[in-house]
């Protein structure tokens, strides 16, 4: 467990298990074992080897402790005193005994303010005209009533804006972020999140130190046997940019040889050599430089993930535009994102698919979607 206690303002309760732990461990640490040893002899004579001793043992323990739970976790939601968990089966397509009777538990719902401290009214987004991919007919098994009260251990890693990254204060934001404090709360369970370092987030999954992740993973043939993954619920299509006042028709015959930056090596590159050999890929380290080439008019367009051209596209001079439709292709770009959750654990894996089946029939998917993405990169646009 780190030592320092982060105060987080966006999460609900301060983590300060093992602090006096912590403050024995930083001040044993700022002395050396010699001078330790010194001093007790000097002052103490033959008693000093065994509070020596005694000293190291203690130590030990407190860093045995305290190594002992490797995921410290802030909790990121709890479920209201007075009301029960949410019962799953209340929708349709959730297989299970039907309560008829829902007063009660109408009575005692009440909005939660988001990490933004804005007020969830998510009915009207359930009638928006969002590209969703949760299927909400799908039939679900009612979710095990243990592993409601039991809540879940979540997982993301930073970096990876606009989805998992820090503010000014080193606060976890992004959409996955309040993805999970929406998730949590339409279940109305407990819910606790760390954030680890990306590549470390399988092995921690696989082992069981937590119950899901929501960090961009994909499933990969490494994963097998490991990592097992929720329903899809937003996937990253290819798009082109342009320059917005430029007219750019993307058939064959219009750009044929006509010069488009791609970032070289990656997916994005291969996938314009499948199917749009005809025009000419200019690749670039990186898209800062594909920017600066599209905006000195070396190139006609930009090929790229979706979500990471989104900024250009509504930077505030507003000189960038999507061109044409969204490119999905598994092969190339994945399947989607979801949450990754240890494989063998169906359990696990329904009530994840519960919770975002029901986020996506109450609009809240949507809507928070709207909330962070200032742009529908699934439309199509000229």
């Not at 909005?111 to 679900?140: C, H, K, N, V």
């Not at 917005?244 to 006509?258: F, P, R, T, V």
């Amino acid at each position: 467990m780190d030592c320092a206690i982060s105060k987080n303002p966006l999460l609900m309760v301060e983590n300060v298990r093992g602090v006096e732990i912590c403050r024995m461990r930083n001040y044993l640490k700022s002395l050396s074992l010699c001078n330790i040893y010194r001093f007790l002899l000097c002052n103490l004579g033959g008693k000093a080897i065994i509070l020596f001793a005694l000293l190291l043992f203690l130590s030990m323990q407190a860093s045995a402790q305290t190594n002992s739970n490797p995921l410290p976790e802030n909790t990121i939601m709890q479920p209201e005193a007075n009301n029960q968990p949410e019962n799953a089966a209340d929708d349709a397509n959730v297989e299970g005994d039907v309560n008829s009777d829902t007063t009660g538990l109408e009575a005692t719902r009440r909005q939660r303010a988001t990490m933004a401290e804005e007020p969830i009214a998510s009915e009207g987004w359930a009638e928006a005209d969002f590209t969703g991919f949760i299927d909400i007919y799908q039939r679900l098994r009612q979710p095990d009533e243990k592993l409601l009260q039991d809540g879940l251990r979540l997982l993301t890693a930073d970096g990876f804006s606009p989805f998992n990254y820090r503010d000014n204060d080193g606060a976890p934001v992004g959409y996955h972020v309040e993805l999970a404090r929406a998730f949590c709360e339409q279940l109305n369970i407990a819910c606790s999140m760390k954030i680890v370092p990306f590549d470390q987030i399988p092995e921690l999954i696989a082992n069981g130190e937590a119950d899901a992740a929501l960090a961009g993973l994909v499933r990969n043939p490494d994963f097998r046997g490991k990592l097992a993954f929720s329903n899809i619920f937003l996937k990253r299509p290819g798009r082109f940019l342009k320059m917005k006042d430029a007219a750019l028709k993307l058939d064959k015959k219009s750009m044929e040889g006509k010069p488009v930056a791609v970032i070289g090596g990656t997916a994005h590159e291969a996938f314009l050599r499948a199917y749009f050999d005809h025009l000419n890929r200019v690749p670039v380290n990186d898209l800062h430089a594909a920017r600066d080439l599209l905006q000195e008019g070396k190139v006609v367009a930009i090929f790229g993930d979706a979500f990471q051209l989104l900024p250009f596209a509504t930077e505030r001079n507003g000189v960038f535009a999507f061109a044409g439709k969204p490119y999905y292709d598994d092969h190339f770009f994945g399947d989607g994102m979801s949450f990754a959750f240890t494989a063998g654990k169906e359990g696990v894996g329904n009530l994840l698919n519960v919770g975002l089946q029901k986020l996506a029939k109450s609009g809240r998917m949507s809507e928070l979607y709207a909330r962070h993405f200032a742009l529908d990169v699934y439309a199509d646009y000229q």
